[in-house]
């Protein structure tokens, strides 16, 4: 089982800049490929990014590209989200998700998820 906690959530104005963390608990964390999800108010749940389990790979929704970035350190059993030049476009629920079982991209796919953290972007 795994555990993944959210942190660094916020209401903030957009083209500042926020970094969200994801902690989990296990001792599989360094072998998960970790991903990160949104569900913006009426909308679905979706990709933003995701990266392997050393780091050395790293994918991004077109969305996040240019502008957000994963990365990871295993002896903190931490994920990471730095997302600069916020957009109002950007306010939603964060997910961390852990240990795909298939094409990373799916909601489905995923078997752990976190709890949410908000973020809320405004002019």
């Known amino acids: 089982q795994v555990q993944l906690v959210e942190s660094g959530g916020g209401s903030v104005e957009a083209g500042v800049s926020l970094r969200l963390s994801c902690v989990a608990s296990g001792r599989t964390f360094s072998r998960s490929t970790m991903g990160w999800f949104r569900r913006a108010p009426g909308k679905e749940r979706e990709f933003v990014a995701s990266i392997a389990s050393t780091g050395s790979s790293t994918l991004y929704a077109d969305s996040a590209k240019g502008r957000f970035t994963v990365s990871r350190d295993n002896a903190k059993n931490t994920v990471y989200l730095q997302m600069n030049s916020l957009e109002i476009g950007d306010t939603a629920v964060y997910y961390c998700?852990?240990?795909?079982?298939?094409?990373?991209?799916?909601?489905?796919?995923?078997?752990?998820w976190g709890q949410g953290t908000q973020v809320t972007v405004s002019s």
């Open positions: 998700a852990a240990d795909p079982l298939g094409l990373v991209r799916y909601e489905r796919s995923w078997r752990y």
